[in-house]
């Protein structure tokens, strides 16, 4: 299967920071890419499908300005949360559409 | 787009005994159904699929069954084993997008 790693595994910011977190496929070229987010105890929640060199289709009710998408090459994909506020803070996953779904191991955004 | 739901969301079980947990979906087109495994401050980990064509599907212990008029389909787990617990999703893939269901708990008491 694909092997997805995310950068960094661990962020605190302070609000009104903007954050990047990196998720690269390291074995397979991945032309979609997709970023969840999860709070806890609750389900992932596909915020969107993120595609190599084009625009990002985001999910109804995620903002688009807020969470910046950037699919500039078939093993990278960013996504960058502008202005981060505490409400912000989650586990945000990304994944590989390969033969199924391979995960990355998940950053976890902090912001006070 | 598809909804998918999940029960039930925590299950506790003896070692040994066996644990079901249902999903049922809303969208037809929905053609391959995995699920996945997440354990604490972990990735989730795929552990068994099974696509619209196929009506179960099993790996050792665990089984996949799928019931498309219905539109649900549910995971068995046998002889379960403490390192079985963790917190079980359910997806449905739809247009190249998987949605998950809200999670089942799992506690396998020894």
């Known amino acids: 299967g694909a092997v997805v790693s995310q950068h960094p595994s661990w962020v605190i910011c302070k609000s009104g920071t903007s954050v990047k977190i990196e998720c690269r496929s390291l074995d397979f070229q991945a032309t979609t890419m997709f970023w969840y987010r999860q709070f806890p105890k609750q389900s992932l929640m596909l915020m969107a499908t993120?595609?190599?060199?084009?625009?990002?289709?985001?999910e109804q009710g995620v903002e688009k300005d807020k969470f910046l998408i950037n699919h500039a090459s078939l093993t990278l994909s960013t996504l960058t949360v502008t202005s981060a506020h505490p409400e912000d803070s989650s586990f945000y996953i990304c994944?590989?559409?390969?033969?199924?779904?391979?995960f990355g191991p998940g950053t976890r955004l902090l912001v006070l | 787009g598809e909804n998918v739901e999940q029960h039930p969301s925590t299950l506790s079980v003896q070692e040994g005994d066996s644990a079901v947990i249902k999903c049922t979906y809303s969208?037809?087109?929905?053609?391959?159904f995995p699920w996945y495994k997440q354990e604490l401050g972990k990735r989730p980990q795929l552990i068994i699929d099974?696509?619209?064509?196929?009506g179960e599907k099993k790996d050792q212990r665990i089984a996949v069954t799928l019931n498309k008029t219905a539109k649900h389909f549910s995971l068995h787990i046998t002889e379960t084993q403490p390192e079985d617990s963790a917190v079980y999703f359910c997806?449905?893939?739809?247009?190249?997008?998987?949605?998950f269901g809200s999670g089942t708990k799992l506690n396998v008491k020894p």
């Open positions: 997806a449905a893939n739809n247009f190249n997008k998987f949605y």
């Open positions: 994944s590989v559409r390969a033969e199924t779904q391979y």
């Open positions: 993120s595609n190599e060199g084009s625009k990002a289709t985001y």
């Open positions: 969208d037809s087109a929905s053609n391959y």
């Open positions: 099974i696509r619209s064509n196929v």
